[in-house]
Nanobody, 124 residues
Framework: EVQLVESGGGLVQAGGSLRLSCKAS????????IGWFRQAPGKEREGVSY????????YYTGSVKGRFTISSDNAKNTVYLQMNSLKPEDTAVYYC?????????????????WGQGTQVTVSS
């Protein structure tokens, strides 16, 4: 069974940091892309970042570039999202997702596997 399990969310003050973790089971990260999405209440789910395990290609949406860093530990089948200089606008439920690497540029509808989501709340 393919599973993605997220952890690391919580409440933090503006300017603080959190590290999200996504642990996968049932498949290898090889040949897959792992992405982070977020969804605030009443807002569309948006892609935040992704990494392709085979070649290490990374992507960040403009609003988080320079503040967030995605990384992977393939031996542990785990992907991390280090979030620094957090802003209230970053408040959302964050989801980890996986898809074969050739589909990482597609919208959320194409991503095959999803974690349960973890709440990130940034106070002013």
């Amino acid at each position: 069974e393919v599973q993605l399990v997220e952890s690391g969310g919580g409440l933090v003050q503006a300017g603080g940091s959190l590290r999200l973790s996504c642990k996968a089971s049932g498949f290898s990260f090889d040949d897959y892309g792992i992405g982070w999405f977020r969804q605030a209440p009443g807002k569309e789910r948006e892609g935040v970042s992704y990494i392709t395990s085979s070649d290490g290609t990374t992507y960040y949406t403009g609003s988080v570039k320079g503040r967030f860093t995605i990384s992977s530990d393939n031996a542990k089948n785990t992907v991390y999202l280090q979030m620094n200089s957090l802003k209230p606008e970053d408040t959302a439920v964050y989801y980890c997702a996986a898809v074969e690497a050739e589909f990482v540029r597609y919208g959320p509808w194409r991503w095959d596997y999803w974690g349960q989501g973890t709440q990130v709340t940034v106070s002013s």
